[in-house]
């Protein structure tokens, strides 16, 4: 008798298997491939945000003479905050808004539990001084309370009918605490010629000062390096659609300041709102508005090694303010939307953004200072706005 197809050799004796029936068992193998390709290009589940750290929020009252403002540690699991600071009713107070008007990037959070910022009082005299102050979260049940860093004469604006002052500049402090960086317009009574930025030692009187394309500019973000040896700013130049010069556009972007050998160099033109550098020093972020006047929409990263973008994504509503997680997993981005203000956290390692805590327009001006961890996790406590989503 002729067989039908391959003859193999089993235990039993020898087993015939018809041609029929392989291509039915190759189908079925094909079938099974294929399934597995598939799952195997599904990404799987991000890993949770690390549980011993938090991101340090500001929420400001602007409503209220002068305005408050509170800091609060938010879990990046939970959406959970528990406050650790607020303004005093009188005294020195945090400088995030003064004179009705907001700025982001006037305090800092770094690792592993600061937060820095400017003190002062709610109204000052021309002859006064603020204070570069520093805050060491401390864990449950710990004492909070500021550290005069350093006194820095008024650098930003000019006193208002009511004696107030916008005096609250971008802030960057270096990973070693060895500089920082300020956007100014005056050095007390001294006005300077035009929008710069402060680059200070924190040891000695070196100064550096970088200033901007132009009088019709301004920053809207700084970054150090981890290794604290380049400051990114972003700039943008200043205007409406009747003042504004279209030749002054290509000067918009994100810049390079090489603290070493002190030059600049304009590394990537864009319109950006806010920047944030990977841990590892190898790209940056960027939220880039599509044009000078609307909101940021993209996150953009470029790559410092050649210059190009290495990945884009979009978000709903204006990014405002970027910082990555310490092991550089996660990237918290604060977002303005429609009514409300948002802290969403995104996997780096996939491209989906999901809101872990929401502060209504109403209730205040919201801030994403950075991250910290503190001496041990901190609890869980109602905070104005929402939860996670």
């Given at each position: 008798?002729?067989a039908s197809g391959p003859m193999t050799e089993g235990r039993a004796g020898p087993v015939r298997i018809s041609v029929r029936g392989m291509r039915a068992a190759n189908s079925v193998n094909i079938l099974l491939c294929l399934a597995a390709l598939l799952l195997s290009g599904v990404s799987a ?345």
């Amino acid at each position: 008798m002729k067989a039908s197809g391959p003859m193999t050799e089993g235990r039993a004796g020898p087993v015939r298997i018809s041609v029929r029936g392989m291509r039915a068992a190759n189908s079925v193998n094909i079938l099974l491939c294929l399934a597995a390709l598939l799952l195997s290009g599904v990404s799987a589940p991000a890993a949770a945000p690390p549980a011993d750290s938090r991101l340090a929020i500001a929420v400001t009252q602007p409503t209220e003479r002068p305005p408050v403002t509170a800091l609060y540690l938010l879990d990046p699991q939970s959406g959970a905050a528990t406050e650790s600071y607020r303004d005093p009713k009188a005294g020195l107070r945090l400088l995030v808004k003064m004179a009705g008007s907001d700025l982001l990037g006037a305090a800092e959070a770094l690792l592993p539990s600061d937060i820095y910022a400017l003190l002062g009082p709610a109204a000052a005299d021309p002859g006064a001084l603020d204070s570069l102050s520093l805050l060491r979260v401390p864990g449950p049940g710990g004492q909070v309370s500021w550290k005069r860093v350093a006194d820095l004469p008024l650098c930003f604006s000019e006193a208002s009918p009511y004696g107030m002052w916008n005096r609250a500049p971008l802030l960057a402090v270096s990973p070693d605490r060895s500089r920082i960086a300020i956007t100014a317009v005056r050095i007390g009574e001294k006005v300077l010629a035009g929008p710069t930025i402060r680059v200070l030692s924190m040891y000695n009187d070196q100064e550096w000062q970088l200033p901007l394309p132009g009088k019709d500019f301004r920053a809207v973000d700084l970054a150090w390096s981890a290794d604290g040896t380049q400051l990114a700013y972003a700039v943008l130049p200043l205007g409406d659609e009747h003042t504004l010069d279209a030749s002054r556009l290509p000067e918009a972007g994100v810049y390079l300041a090489d603290i070493q050998n002190r030059t600049v160099r304009l590394f990537h033109h864009c319109y950006p709102a806010a920047v944030a550098w990977a841990p590892k020093g190898d790209r940056l972020s960027i939220a880039v508005q599509a044009d000078v006047w609307s909101g940021a929409g993209i996150i953009r990263s470029v790559s410092l090694t050649n210059g190009k973008r290495t990945e884009e994504f979009s978000v709903a509503g204006a990014a405002q303010a970027l910082a990555y997680s310490p092991d550089g997993r996660w990237l918290a981005i604060q977002v303005a939307e429609t009514g409300s203000q948002t802290v969403q956290l995104r996997a780096t390692s996939d491209g989906w953004a999901r809101a872990i805590y929401r502060l209504p327009a109403g209730d205040g001006r919201l801030v994403l200072l950075g991250w910290v961890r503190p001496p041990r996790a901190a609890g869980a406590a109602a905070t104005p706005g929402s939860g996670h989503d």
